[in-house]
């Protein structure tokens, strides 16, 4: 839709990019895509550990992403200080510690974590 052209996942640069051989890498992606795929059709639970970003959560058709405090504060560029600031967001749900245990963050405290 749009035009827009869809283009195939360059194997080779992901490698170069992780330090891994083309095979492992494009054997990494295709695992990681198909369990997610298994996941999703069963239902499952899954998270999404984005690293210095925060935590995409996946439960049926529930999608949710929390953000790391830091990852916010990089993005807008000024330390959040303001307590009131701060509880805004955690009530709003978009703020997660990085100490916090992933399976804590969904309905049923069972998710399956990527990457692993």
């Known amino acids: 839709p749009g035009g827009k052209k869809l283009e195939p996942l360059k194997y080779a640069e992901v490698a170069v990019e992780a ?3 083309r095979r492992k890498a494009e054997c990494c992606i295709l695992g990681t895509t198909s369990l997610l795929y298994h996941c999703l ?14 935590v995409l959560l996946i439960e049926g058709s529930r999608v949710q992403m ?3 405090l830091d990852f916010l504060e990089k993005v807008t560029g000024e330390r959040i200080w303001d ?4 509880k805004a967001l ?3 749900d978009m703020v ?10 969904s309905f049923t405290g069972r998710v ?4 692993k």
């Open 19 to 21: 330090s891994v051989s």
């Open 41 to 54: 059709e069963k239902g499952v639970s899954v998270a999404f550990v984005l690293r210095d970003v925060g």
């Open 66 to 68: 929390r953000f790391y």
């Open 83 to 86: 307590r009131a600031t701060l």
């Open 90 to 92: 955690q009530q709003l």
């Open 96 to 105: 997660v510690s990085q100490a916090v245990p992933i399976a804590s963050l």
């Open 112 to 115: 399956i974590i990527f990457p």
